[in-house]
C-alpha cells in the first residue's frame, strides 16, 4: 500500500473513531442521552407506583387517585421504555451517513469492521488518546521524583492513561500485559459475548416493532408477546442495556458511564399537595364536554376528501 493510500485509510479510521464518540455523546440522540433518558424515567415510574402502594395501603382513609392520569403516567412510560431498547438494539441502519442510527449495535457493527485496523497501538493512541510506551512513561516519571529530591512534585498524568488503556486491551484482545505486542487484535469473542447480551433483549424490539412502532397485523403479531412485562423486567433490561453501554462506551468512546441524574431541585415538589382545587373540577367537566364536541365534529363527507 503506497503512501497516500495508507493515508486516506488512516484519515478514514480516525473519522470513525470520532463517530463513536459521537454516538455516544450526542445530546439529541445519543446512546448516553437515551440511557440517561430511560435511567430517569425508570426512577419517576416507580415514584408513581409507591404512590399507587401507599394509596392502596391506606384504603379508604386516603386520598383517592385518578385512575386516567395514572392510566396516562403508565401508558407514557411503557411506551418510552420499550422504544428505547429497540433503539438502543436497532441493526438495521449503520453509524454513519444520511440513514445512519446511534444505536448499541450500529456502533458495534462499525467496530467490528475495523477489527483488522484496530491493533493495539491504533486503540491506545487513537481510541484512548494516550501515549503507547507504558515503560518510557515509566522511567520518566521516576527520573522526576529522582530530580526532585524529596519535594512534592505531580506524577505525569499520562502514565495512569497509558495503563489503563493497555489494560482495556488485554481485556479486549485477551493477550496478557507480559505478551503485549503493538499489533494485537481483539478477540472476535468479545464481539460475540457482547451481542450475545444483547440477543437476549431482542424479544422486546421484536414486539415493540409490531405492537408499538407498526400496527402489526394479527399474523406479524404472531409469536412477538413479551408475556406479563412488569417493572421487574424493565428494571432487568434497563440494567443490561447499561451495563453494555457503559463498558463499550468506556473501551471505545472515551466516554463515562450513564445513570441516574442528579434533579437540581426537588423531585417529589407539590405531590403533598392537591393537584386543583375542588371547585376548578367545573372547568375541567367544560373542557372535557368542549372536547368531546370537537372530537363529534371531525367527520368529513366524501366531497368533502
Not at 4 to 15: G, I, Y
Not at 151 to 177: C, I, N
Request: hydrophobic share 40%; net charge neutral; charged share 30%.
Amino acid at each position: 500500500m503506497d503512501k497516500v493510500a495508507m493515508s486516506q485509510r488512516d484519515a478514514n479510521l480516525k473519522a470513525r473513531i470520532k463517530q463513536w464518540r459521537e454516538a455516544f455523546r450526542d445530546n439529541t440522540t445519543g446512546i448516553h442521552k437515551t440511557i440517561h433518558d430511560m435511567v430517569w424515567y425508570y426512577a419517576a415510574f416507580r415514584t408513581a407506583v409507591q404512590i399507587v402502594n401507599l394509596s392502596t395501603e391506606k384504603g379508604a382513609h386516603g386520598p383517592p387517585l385518578n385512575e386516567m392520569m395514572f392510566d396516562l403516567v403508565q401508558t407514557g412510560y411503557w411506551s418510552t421504555l420499550l422504544l428505547g431498547v429497540r433503539r438502543l438494539l436497532d441493526a438495521s441502519s449503520v453509524i454513519n451517513g444520511k440513514r445512519g442510527v446511534y444505536s448499541l449495535r450500529s456502533v458495534i457493527q462499525d467496530i467490528k469492521a475495523c477489527r483488522s485496523l484496530l491493533t493495539r497501538r491504533v486503540y491506545v493512541e487513537w481510541v484512548c488518546e494516550a501515549q503507547y510506551d507504558v515503560e518510557r512513561l515509566k522511567r520518566e516519571n521516576w527520573e522526576a521524583l529522582r530530580a526532585a529530591n524529596g519535594k512534592a512534585v505531580w506524577g505525569d498524568p499520562e502514565l495512569p492513561k497509558s495503563e489503563w488503556s493497555h489494560r482495556y486491551f488485554d481485556r479486549l484482545s485477551g493477550v496478557s500485559s507480559e505478551a503485549r505486542t503493538p499489533d494485537d487484535l481483539i478477540d472476535t469473542k468479545t464481539f460475540t459475548l457482547i451481542e450475545s447480551r444483547l440477543a437476549r433483549l431482542d424479544t422486546i424490539a421484536g414486539y415493540v416493532s409490531s405492537h408499538v412502532v407498526h400496527a402489526g397485523n394479527a399474523e406479524s403479531r404472531e409469536g412477538r408477546g413479551i408475556g406479563e412485562f412488569d417493572i421487574q423486567d424493565a428494571r432487568a433490561a434497563l440494567k443490561e442495556l447499561k451495563q453494555i453501554a457503559d463498558l463499550v462506551g468506556i473501551w471505545f468512546a472515551n466516554a463515562s458511564s450513564a445513570g441516574l441524574a442528579t434533579y437540581l431541585g426537588d423531585q417529589f415538589k407539590g405531590l403533598d399537595k392537591p393537584m386543583i382545587a375542588h371547585a376548578e373540577i367545573k372547568d375541567l367537566e367544560r373542557q372535557w364536554r368542549e372536547i368531546e364536541q370537537d372530537v363529534a365534529s371531525w367527520s368529513a363527507s366524501l366531497e368533502e376528501l
